[in-house]
């Protein structure tokens, strides 16, 4: 297929996500030009990778939705993933995408698809876990504290990242390998982004910026909550959830190239 008739066919599809409000402007053009690189270095599997975590992770989001706004979780009325929402989780892919048409190599085969199982590992364990009937427990305070604080985990929150991983893990390796070598991708691939998710979750407890509101006394991400500006808890102002999604993605997608390698 042409480029333009698929960058076409692309911008249709990224059109429709941004009037069902699972992106904003900037996302889609983000999503677009991400999506263009993807299908030029990977060809349609490394595209259908990329949309089955996109997909999935959206809908996730709108999944009980309700009771996330009363458990305050949702801050304002979402109206989808942004520009630096999308390179925050697809920016793996974008920089795999990138290097593989300028130096062609396996390696970044693994990138891709270690960065978006750690994507998929983190925002299916955010969007499920939340849900959880008892309170998340913080692993380096040692104590239960309210649902969506960063460093905190639930059973319910580690099995839908583990479940995230392995369905990108699953994916890719029957997209793109066979035999033995497949069950060796599938296995590095979801270790890879299960354990990528683990360092987002120490990182989001130790140094990420979080806030405290002067109204409802809860733990936030966001500088503004409940109509008024919040108190600085802890964190750098660099380390945003943004910068620590991807870092963890970047990390999980090397582990699994390196890996890979190495086996």
């Known amino acids: 297929m042409g480029w333009i008739v698929f960058g076409i066919i692309l911008g249709c599809f990224v059109f429709a996500s941004f009037k069902l409000k699972m992106l904003t402007l900037s996302g889609a053009f983000a999503s677009w030009g991400m999506g263009m690189v993807v299908y030029g270095a990977f060809g349609f599997n490394g595209l259908s990778v990329l949309l089955l975590f996109f997909i999935s992770s959206s809908l996730l989001s709108k999944w009980g939705k309700v009771k996330k706004q009363q458990m305050r979780t949702i801050v304002k009325e979402s109206k989808g993933r942004d520009a630096g929402q999308v390179f925050a ?34 925002t299916w364990a955010s969007e ?110 660099a380390v945003t959830n943004n910068a620590v999604n991807f870092v963890s993605s970047a990390a999980a997608g090397l582990a699994a190239g390196v890996l890979i390698l190495w086996l």
């Open 89 to 122: 989780n697809g920016g793996g892919a974008f920089f795999a995408g990138a290097g593989y048409l300028m130096f062609p190599h396996p390696f970044w085969l693994l990138l891709l698809l270690g960065s978006l199982a750690e994507a998929a590992a983190d």
């Open 128 to 237: 499920v876990g939340v849900l959880s009937r008892a309170k998340p427990y913080h692993i380096l305070r040692r104590q239960r504290v309210e649902r969506g604080i960063s460093g905190a985990v639930s059973p319910l929150g580690l099995t839908a990242a583990a479940l995230g991983s392995f369905v990108i893990s699953v994916a890719g390796a029957m997209l793109f390998f066979h035999g033995p070598r497949a069950f060796i991708v599938f296995l590095a691939v979801g270790i890879a982004g299960f354990f990528g998710n683990v360092l987002d979750t120490l990182i989001g407890g130790t140094i990420q910026l979080s806030y405290r509101c002067k109204v409802c006394g809860i733990e936030v991400e966001e500088a503004d909550h409940c109509g008024v500006k919040c108190s600085k808890l802890k964190g750098s102002p």
